[in-house]
């Protein structure tokens, strides 16, 4: 299994404004993968992130919107620019050892 | 993007009860897994099935891997409170290369007193 870690665990925004949200694993991994649910819904891959390689986005998720950083095995961001009301979501990572994954405890977001 | 087909959306059980839910697709998968999420929590893996017709416990969980690849279904037997939550079941694509999860709609199960 894998331990991750997410920073901050919430926040309270204001539109206009951008968020950083750092995922954190205690081992090195190859693949993190960056998630949202919005409230009461099930999670959505916003996109993958690859160590040394821009991330690959699904559909409906730009880089504009979502950049993300993968400086190393153990560590990645991602960044909610720009929100809106619509952004209020949960953002959670995750990590993909050995065929399954395992999700961080997730970013609760409120954006005013 | 693409979503599992999960059954029931909610259950509403007296403790002590079993309960049975599942998960279904038109898309075969080489891995399912069954995740349960608490209020203000990320999903927490419950069961993981890596083969066609693998039938795997944990407890009082019991999941199977259907025999089609398309299906999963997972059994909790004599619930207890702390069973209740939102229980999501997610399919691992089948493509070589395919790490993506596509995941159900979930089922919230909650535990009448």
């Given at each position: 299994?894998?331990?991750?870690?997410?920073?901050?665990?919430r926040?309270?925004?204001?539109?206009?404004?951008?968020?950083?949200?750092?995922?954190q694993v205690?081992?090195?991994?190859?693949?993190?993968?960056?998630?949202?649910?919005?409230?009461?819904?099930?999670?959505?891959?916003?996109?993958?992130?690859?160590?040394?390689?821009?991330?690959?986005?699904?559909?409906g998720f730009?880089?504009?919107?979502?950049?993300?950083?993968?400086?190393?095995?153990?560590?990645?961001?991602l960044?909610?620019?720009?929100?809106?009301?619509?952004?209020?979501?949960?953002?959670?990572?995750?990590?993909?050892?050995?065929e399954?994954?395992?999700?961080?405890?997730?970013?609760?977001?409120?954006?005013? | 993007?693409?979503?599992?087909?999960?059954?029931?959306?909610?259950?509403?059980?007296q403790?002590?009860?079993?309960?049975?839910?599942?998960?279904?697709?038109?898309?075969?998968?080489?891995t399912?897994?069954?995740?349960?999420?608490?209020?203000g929590?990320?999903?927490?893996?419950?069961?993981?099935?890596?083969?066609?017709?693998?039938?795997?416990?944990?407890?009082?969980?019991?999941?199977?891997?259907?025999?089609?690849?398309?299906?999963?279904?997972?059994?909790?037997?004599?619930?207890?409170?702390?069973?209740?939550?939102i229980?999501?079941?997610?399919?691992?694509?089948?493509?070589?290369?395919?790490?993506?999860?596509t995941?159900?709609?979930?089922?919230?199960?909650?535990?009448?007193?």
């Amino acid at each position: 299994s894998a331990v991750i870690s997410q920073k901050p665990s919430r926040d309270i925004c204001q539109r206009g404004t951008s968020l950083t949200i750092q995922c954190q694993v205690d081992s090195q991994v190859t693949m993190m993968f960056w998630y949202r649910q919005q409230p009461g819904q099930s999670l959505t891959l916003i996109a993958t992130a690859n160590q040394g390689s821009e991330a690959t986005y699904e559909s409906g998720f730009v880089i504009d919107k979502f950049p993300i950083s993968r400086p190393n095995l153990t560590f990645s961001t991602l960044t909610v620019s720009n929100m809106s009301p619509e952004d209020s979501s949960i953002y959670l990572c995750s990590v993909d050892p050995l065929e399954t994954q395992y999700f961080g405890p997730g970013t609760r977001l409120l954006v005013l | 993007g693409q979503q599992l087909n999960q059954s029931p959306q909610s259950m509403f059980i007296q403790e002590g009860e079993d309960v049975s839910m599942n998960c279904t697709s038109s898309s075969i998968f080489n891995t399912w897994l069954w995740y349960k999420q608490d209020p203000g929590e990320g999903p927490v893996l419950l069961i993981a099935l890596y083969k066609a017709g693998e039938l795997t416990s944990n407890g009082r969980l019991t999941a199977q891997f259907g025999i089609t690849r398309k299906d999963s279904f997972l059994n909790i037997s004599a619930s207890i409170p702390s069973d209740v939550g939102i229980y999501f079941c997610a399919g691992l694509g089948a493509n070589f290369g395919n790490e993506k999860l596509t995941f159900g709609t979930g089922t919230r199960l909650t535990i009448i007193p």
